[in-house]
């Protein structure tokens, strides 16, 4: 599986960030602290051209603490890169952004003139919320919908930053079957996007991998099935969610699943870790690997079929 979700305004989006790219000074990018890897936009790294980027994984409130500070020492390891987590409540960590940007672009800051920040990311990772919060009022409109601001908008905050929003940005096909899942089950895909069932049957069965004691309790199982679409339907009769004959209603389990999973009811939890992706960066470094030999095999007998 992989999804295509490219509306138009995006597209738009992407080449508008390309024009005004040269007149930013840093990179702010939001990512989802439950999915940090998934949420991160491969558009932004070509689209910043080198520009410093401060990573914030919002929501961590509703993330693994364990797995988020792991991904913290991940991306502060990368060049020109600092990462924070935080969450909306968090207001005096919200407040040392603007310093931090400062930091990061020392020559505009020691000039005296505003850092200009330009803020990225994937749709419903509370890019609004946080520039609400930047600038202690509420100005860019907020939703729990993916994909609620359309047009990139300028704001100048209180200690010195002029501060750019932009629409959120997917990138044109998400080929990691793993990650498309997890962008689906978080809310950053729209519901419409991508088969209802499917993502929460992924749902529960990352739940019975990762953190089975969860379903345990909340759901009040003896036993946790073994296949994934088995723990669906057990959800289902737990909670009620049948139809005449006691069939289960696997459309309002999945609903059911997915909602308490959005809105943490099932604990703190992350769907990726950094050995994960490690790991999947050196299978795809091997298939390249054997596809440029693959490539050269095919080169070298064309040539020495043209010497005969």
Not at 14 to 39: C, F, G, N, T, Y
Not at 82 to 90: G, K, S
Not at 220 to 239: F, M
Request: net charge neutral; proline share 5%.
């Amino acid at each position: 599986m992989s999804i295509n979700w490219f509306p138009g305004h995006m597209h738009k989006a992407r080449k508008e960030i390309a024009k005004v790219m040269d007149e930013v000074d840093v990179i702010i990018e939001v990512l989802d602290a439950r999915l940090p890897q998934s949420s991160e936009n491969p558009l932004v790294d070509t689209l910043r051209k080198g520009k410093p980027a401060l990573k914030l994984l919002n929501k961590s409130d509703l993330a693994d603490d364990v797995r988020t500070q792991e991904w913290l020492d991940f991306f502060n390891g990368l060049p020109d890169t600092r990462a924070m987590a935080l969450d909306h409540t968090q207001k005096k960590l919200i407040n040392r952004i603007a310093e931090i940007c400062k930091q990061m672009a020392p020559a505009r800051s020691e000039a005296g003139r505003p850092v200009r920040a330009m803020i990225m990311g994937i749709p419903n990772v509370g890019k609004s919320t946080l520039i609400n919060a930047l600038l202690g009022r509420k100005i860019a409109k907020v939703g729990n919908e993916p994909a609620v601001t359309k047009s990139q908008t300028r704001f100048t905050t209180k200690n010195g930053m002029a501060l750019s929003d932009t629409p959120g940005i997917l990138w044109p096909k998400i080929a990691d079957v793993d990650s498309g899942y997890r962008l689906a089950a978080s809310g950053a895909i729209k519901d419409t996007a991508i088969e209802h069932e499917d993502v929460a049957i992924f749902a529960a069965g990352f739940m019975r991998d990762d953190y089975p004691q969860r379903l345990t309790e909340r759901f009040k199982l003896k036993e946790i099935p073994e296949l994934a679409e088995e723990v669906l339907d057990e959800i289902g009769r737990r909670r009620g969610c049948l139809r005449p004959g006691g069939i289960v209603d696997r459309n309002k389990a999945s609903t059911l699943l997915l909602n308490e999973i959005r809105s943490g009811k099932l604990g703190k939890l992350s769907f990726e870790t950094v050995a994960e992706w490690d790991e999947k960066r050196r299978l795809a470094e091997i298939e390249r690997l054997e596809q440029e030999r693959l490539a050269q095999e095919a080169q070298d007998e064309k040539n020495e079929g043209s010497n005969k």
